[in-house]
């Protein structure tokens, strides 16, 4: 997409936290933003509020027409099972397009849509990128995937963002975890990696490569280091004032999530993390 000379009309499905960074962002820049949620009185009023369901397709025979930019943000939640995943991250995207497609206008010049880095499924500590195989180990990749393909397959060109782990103002576990002292994970150094991404840099992320002239289709959306659990806890912990906690075992091993996810492709494009690190994402978090 060239870069606007004009408003665009953008939007968002699935508009909770990092929708809504996303939203204000969009709006500062001048355009125009519709949040669709469930519940959109829950939303700034600079966005544009839109309830419907995705899940079961209500509400949606109220999209405008003319959208330029649809951003898919929807989540499930960690607890969701399977039969939850999919009517989320398929069923819902699915009736939103063929909504779209009933509207007036050409329909969006670009679909950006938040995958997760569970579509990975490599457990052995090693590097991946938008290249490495795709198989997961469980059905939150299993289903994302489908999602990403059903994306890639339909009318308009779709950029996908891979996110890790998004922590930020509101996403504060494993702080509490660390306070009171029930992380559940090793701090013998024995821990799995994992790759994490601050909601403000998630939320950048979405802004920057729907704008870019030509985006690749796919991009990893986690920050520059990827970090042990354990450096993590104690990093928390010696900020907090805190004794690590003892030795247990690490629940990303027996999920299968030991992997290092690599963001050089997204950063290659220009984008600039403002949190690099877990460092300084929690130590502005935690108060500097």
Known sequence: M?????????????????GTRLGLALCAGGHEVFGLRRRPAELPGELIGIAADLATGRGLDGLP????LLFVTVSAGMASGEDDYRRTYVDGPRHLCEAIATRPGPGPQRVVFTSSTSVYGQTDGSLVDE???TEPVDF???VMLAAERQLAAGPWPAVV??????????????????RTG????????RSGWTNRIHADDAARALLHVAMLP????CYVAVDEEPARRDDVVRFLAERLGVEPPAVADDPLRTRGGDRRCSSARLRASGFRFRYPSYREGYAELLGG
Do not use: F, H, N, Q
Not at 65 to 68: K, N, R, V
Not at 214 to 217: E, K, N, Q, T
């Open 161 to 178: 963002l891979r996110l890790g782990g998004i922590y930020g103002p509101g996403r504060t576990w494993l702080v509490d975890a660390v």
């Open 65 to 68: 027409g003319g959208i330029d």
């Open 2 to 18: 060239d870069t606007p000379t004009r408003s665009l009309r953008c939007l968002i499905a699935g508009c909770g936290d990092v």
């Open 182 to 189: 029930r992380t559940g994970v090793s701090v013998d150094g």
């Open 131 to 133: 290249e490495s195989p």
């Open 214 to 217: 030509a985006p690749a289709p």
């Open 140 to 142: 939150r990749g299993r």
